[in-house]
């Protein structure tokens, strides 16, 4: 292996966060951070040209929130380890951080040593999870609660209803879902009434909670 060092590539809302993540990274010679970016839809569209061995990924972000752009990341390039850096301690993201493809969850109260432990085992092939939240997400998986978030029933659903749904819950109407999408208003009229029937939802307020659940949207 050659001596490079790891680029990582830093996503999060806050300019404060990810000045301070940039120069944590850079005072480590094993590590180049090689962007900075504000969201999880510029993450998408960045980390092709910026080929980053690690992402640290936050979560709650406008445009496209960390889960979606986990998802989206690991299904185009699953060689990039992915770490989620985040406040939310709650297991429904913690399990949908987790499903999406994320290879460490690392809480930002955390110390600076659980973060780099977290890019030194992922860069390992290992994968992380904070002291913090570690003890509960194993006692859940082996008791079997939360398995509605492990098995989530949004699987019955196409993906452009996928999309659809996630673009409710972030409080589209539905000609701004129309126009996005390049569909006529219609059809994302035939597409909502579709994906509530199939997922037992009779609101709108039902779509956004259920959304966030099972992590289509971060808040």
């Not at 990810?18 to 504000?38: F, H, K, N, P």
């Not at 936050?58 to 496209?64: D, E, H, V, W, Y």
């Not at 992922?122 to 492990?150: M, N």
């Amino acid at each position: 292996m050659d001596d490079r060092p790891f680029k990582v590539m830093i996503v999060d809302d806050h300019t404060i966060m990810r000045d301070g993540l940039q120069a944590l990274l850079t005072s480590q010679s094993e590590y180049e951070v090689v962007g900075t970016i504000s969201d999880g839809k510029e993450a998408i569209r960045s980390v092709a040209n910026l080929a980053p061995d690690i992402v640290l990924m936050g979560l709650t972000m406008p445009q496209t929130g960390g889960i979606k752009a986990i998802s989206h990341i690991k299904r185009q390039h699953p060689t990039i380890k992915i770490v989620a850096l985040t406040f939310q301690k709650e297991d429904k993201y913690i399990y949908a951080t987790l499903e999406a493809g994320a290879d460490a969850y690392v809480l930002k109260d955390d110390s600076r040593a659980e973060l780099f432990l977290a890019l030194a085992s992922v860069l390992g092939g290992k994968s992380y999870l904070s002291p913090s939240i570690c003890d509960r997400v194993v006692a859940g998986y082996l008791s079997g609660a939360d398995s509605a978030l492990r098995e989530p029933s949004w699987e019955v659903l196409t993906l452009r209803e996928r999309e659809i749904i996630s673009l409710i819950a972030e409080g589209n109407r539905t000609k701004e879902i129309a126009a996005n999408l390049s569909l006529s208003p219609k059809t994302v009229e035939k597409h909502r009434a579709n994906l509530m029937k199939k997922l037992d939802l009779h609101s709108v307020s039902a779509v956004t909670v259920y959304a966030i659940q099972n992590g289509f949207i971060t808040r």
